[in-house]
């Protein structure tokens, strides 16, 4: 059986990535094709500049992020609107972080081959609106839950293990063309930039599947940060 791999990147804080990467596993599902998938999960922190200290989602957004309080308060209503439509808790009161150490966690879940499951707990986790969502705590049960030993989390998250492997990642999508997540390759064929839906992730695996010319489909995004030293 000739596997094909999808490789996702994903910053857990991104809105599109929390509901584009649930079509996504919904289109795997039903594609007929999902014995034959290997989901990669890939890290995308489009912030790597942000404060890691924790403070309610609006006030980021207005604050650091300079978001007018009502273009913020208007965009979470529709996200949560989305989100709440396909079946997704969302919460506007959640909290906000830097991603750094969750997404660090990613890879060393990758390690235990649970790298997906581990950056969609965290995702559920944020967006339900767990006030401890970014806290080494929480952390540290959703890894062990999936099997990841406690001492490889709590000595990763001591130090700034996987930080390098972060850069590799986010320069290898910026390298192929991305501004932002989600941003989806499927075989090196298929491209879905921004979140898309359920049909659309199928169409992009089918024809992935059968090696038709290279093509790109474009979504929804959050794009990378400004201020950052990176493209707004």
Same mark, same amino acid.
């Given at each position: 059986m000739t596997m094909l791999t999808i490789d996702a990147w994903v910053d857990v804080q991104c809105p599109w990535c929390y509901i584009g990467y649930g079509r996504l596993e919904r289109a795997i599902e039903e594609s007929g094709h999902a014995a034959r998938i290997r989901l990669e999960p890939r890290t995308f922190e489009l912030d790597p500049m942000a404060d890691p200290s924790v403070e309610p989602a609006l006030a980021r957004m207005t604050g650091r992020y300079g978001l007018p309080l009502e273009q913020a308060r208007a965009n979470e209503s529709e996200l949560a609107a989305v989100a709440t439509a396909d079946g997704l808790a969302y919460s +506007? /009161?959640?909290?906000? #972080? +830097? +991603? %750094? /150490?969750? =997404? @660090? =966690?990613? *890879?060393?879940?990758?390690? *235990?081959?649970?790298?997906? @499951?581990?950056? @969609?707990?965290?995702?559920?986790?944020?967006f339900s609106g767990n006030a401890e969502a970014f806290g *080494?705590? $929480? =952390? $540290?049960? =959703?890894?062990? /839950?999936?099997?990841?030993?406690?001492?490889?989390?709590?000595?990763t998250l001591a130090g700034d293990g996987y930080a /390098?492997?972060?850069?590799?990642? %986010?320069?290898e999508a910026r390298r192929l063309g991305a501004r932002g997540v989600p941003f989806t390759v499927f075989g090196d064929q298929v491209v879905v930039q921004g979140g898309s839906t359920v049909p659309d992730y199928i169409?992009?695996?089918?024809? +992935? #599947? *059968?090696?038709?010319?290279?093509?790109?489909?474009d979504g929804i995004q959050c794009a990378v940060r400004s201020g950052t030293g990176s493209e707004a």
């Open positions: +506007s /009161d959640r909290q906000m #972080s +830097s +991603s %750094r /150490d969750p =997404l @660090r =966690l990613v *890879h060393l879940a990758k390690e *235990h081959c649970v790298g997906w @499951r581990f950056a @969609r707990a965290v995702q559920r986790e944020i *080494h705590e $929480t =952390l $540290t049960r =959703l890894g062990v /839950d999936l099997g990841i030993p406690a001492a490889a989390i709590s000595g /390098d492997q972060l850069k590799v990642d %986010r320069e169409a992009a695996i089918e024809r +992935s #599947s *059968h090696a038709a010319r290279p093509a790109v489909v």
